[in-house]
């Protein structure tokens, strides 16, 4: 098992460099970025990121393609130069060393009609991700009929998913995401939610009953367990604690459900 941390966990007034560092000493083995600029300000730029990763010597197994306009995959007018733009990321991937560049099929509740145009752009890009020896991982969101409708025309092993577990639960909580693409899993986005909105909080905060979903993830064998929990103004521990204090306990809560799914940790004083 390989543990990481989302690099934009919070605490965004901390250089760049110094949250890295924290990232490692906190005892995770990766670090997951959202590979576009529209953060640079408080994150730097993305390949300086990648520099900084592997200066800390942390792996870094995912790489989220920016889902800002990710319904262009299905406009016909613009499908093609945004598989483009999808493969140039996937060979950022492989300069790298990533495995899995997670992909939206949808872009909020922004969803035209999933078409033959936009299936034959993922599917050239699914061809040089299997050159290039990268997973493009189809994330759950509000709208999993766009992942079926993929893996069901394009048979790549290059398609597979990344399970967000607090996307199922606020957004789809009637689907069983593992059920229907449990095969197809390569990584992950772990996190929590009162059910009502996509809280990113982290595991304790919210109402998920992880248990259950840490034994599904164990049985299908997967090897990335990635944190995408903040410490934002949504959460309870916001104001209350260090970046330090936040990663420590970010990280003894995912080894504690990977341990024993009963346990759940929570900052002290």
């Known amino acids: 098992m390989i543990l990481g941390q989302n690099f934009r966990c919070g605490f965004y007034e901390i250089p760049p460099a110094e949250r890295m560092d924290a990232i490692r000493r906190a005892g995770f083995d990766a670090v997951m970025f959202w590979w576009g600029n529209e953060f640079d300000s408080t994150d730097g730029d993305k390949h300086l990121r990648m520099r900084l990763a592997i200066k800390n010597r942390l792996k870094v197994n995912t790489l989220h393609f920016p889902s800002t306009f990710a319904d262009r995959l299905w406009r016909k007018e613009c499908c093609e130069e945004y598989a483009d733009e999808i493969i140039d990321a996937l060979r950022d991937c492989a300069t790298y060393g990533v495995e899995n560049l997670v992909l939206h099929t949808t872009r909020k509740l922004i969803t035209p009609p999933f078409n033959e145009e936009g299936l034959n752009a993922i599917g050239r890009a699914s061809v040089q991700a299997g050159k290039l020896g990268v997973n493009i991982a189809l994330e759950n969101t509000r709208f999993p009929a766009y992942n079926a409708?993929?893996?069901?025309?394009?048979?790549?092993?290059?398609?597979?998913?990344?399970?967000?577990?607090?996307?199922?639960?606020?957004?789809?909580?009637?689907?069983?995401?593992?059920?229907?693409?449990?095969?197809k899993l390569s990584t992950t986005h772990i996190h929590d939610n009162d059910g009502t909105c996509d809280q990113h909080h982290?595991?304790?905060?919210?109402?998920?009953?992880?248990?259950?979903?840490?034994?599904?993830?164990?049985?299908?064998?997967?090897?990335?367990?990635?944190?995408?929990?903040?410490?934002?103004?949504?959460?309870?521990?916001?104001?209350?604690c260090t970046l330090s204090e936040f990663l420590s306990l970010s990280y003894r809560t995912l080894t504690g459900f990977l341990t024993d799914s009963d346990r759940v940790f929570s900052l002290r004083g």
């Open 202 to 240: 982290l595991m304790g905060e919210g109402n998920i009953n992880f248990a259950p979903i840490f034994d599904r993830l164990k049985k299908l064998g997967l090897k990335y367990y990635n944190l995408e929990s903040y410490c934002d103004e949504k959460s309870r521990y916001y104001g209350k």
């Open 149 to 183: 409708y993929i893996y069901k025309n394009i048979p790549s092993p290059r398609l597979t998913l990344c399970y967000d577990t607090g996307h199922e639960h606020c957004y789809t909580k009637d689907k069983n995401i593992l059920d229907q693409f449990g095969d």
